[in-house]
Nanobody
Framework: QVNFVESGGGLVQPGGSLGLSCAASGITFSGRSMAWYRRAPGKSRELVAR???????NCADSVKGRFTISRDDAKNTLYLQMNSLKLEDTAIYYC?????????WGQGTQVTVSS
């Protein structure tokens, strides 16, 4: 059974940094492109960043230059380094494949940017 466990969220001030992790199990992680998503209060889910099996990355314009996605296939883990955080980055962050059909969603990890 597919299982994603996101971690690393928390409360941070504007301009701060956080590093998120997503531990994957039940899939051939190295054979899949992966992505980070977020859902802010009252908004629909947004794709934040994606990474291919070869390590090519792409980020949403809203986070470009501030967020970096990476992966460690030996650890079946996806990462998101978030710098220069803004109030509008407040959301629950999830990992999954970059396009449907999505796998079973994890619980996500809450990121709150507040002064």
């Amino acid at each position: 059974q597919v299982n994603f466990v996101e971690s690393g969220g928390g409360l941070v001030q504007p301009g701060g940094s956080l590093g998120l992790s997503c531990a994957a199990s039940g899939i051939t992680f190295s054979g899949r492109s992966m992505a980070w998503y977020r859902r802010a209060p009252g908004k629909s889910r947004e794709l934040v960043a994606r990474i291919t099996t070869g390590g090519s990355t792409n980020c949403a314009d809203s986070v470009k230059g501030r967020f970096t996605i990476s992966r460690d296939d030996a650890k079946n883990t996806l990462y998101l380094q978030m710098n220069s955080l803004k109030l509008e980055d407040t959301a629950i962050y999830y990992c999954n494949t970059p396009s449907p059909p999505w796998l079973l969603w994890g619980q996500g990890t809450q990121v709150t940017v507040s002064s």
